[in-house]
């Protein structure tokens, strides 16, 4: 039988992520997986015609390969995700699914209620709209 001895066991647990607030997780990359997942899902109740939904869904179906690439190896999805630690990530996936149950709830898709004061969606002296690219 192994036994770990106290130098072992510390090299091999992360005890901390030197972040104030940001604990460690104990099984981060299902957890990531599963939130990525229930964001693809809450997205799912937006219009495929939503620019949020196109370019979140577009990143969080990379960021769910990433993981798979990764294949349970942590250090790994850190590279590659490239947000820092694992629990960063993860909690930048929460924060996501908390802004993508916001939209569905705002039904930001939908238009206006009011029409916009003149001059309201310029700025620098040019007229912004969705398809205006900087």
Sequence with gaps: MFR???PLFTAVTKR???I???KVHHDPLPELKKTYEA???T???IPQTSVYRQGTEALTLHKLKVLERANGDI???EKELDEGQIEE???IAQDELGVANKMLEWKAWEPLEEKPEPGQWQYFGKEATASTSS
């Design 4 to 6: 770990f001895t106290r």
């Design 16 to 18: 901390s992520t030197g």
């Design 20 to 22: 104030v607030g940001l």
């Design 89 to 91: 990530s993860l909690d």
């Design 39 to 41: 964001t693809l899902q």
């Design 75 to 77: 250090a790994a999805a």
């Design 43 to 45: 997205l799912s109740a």
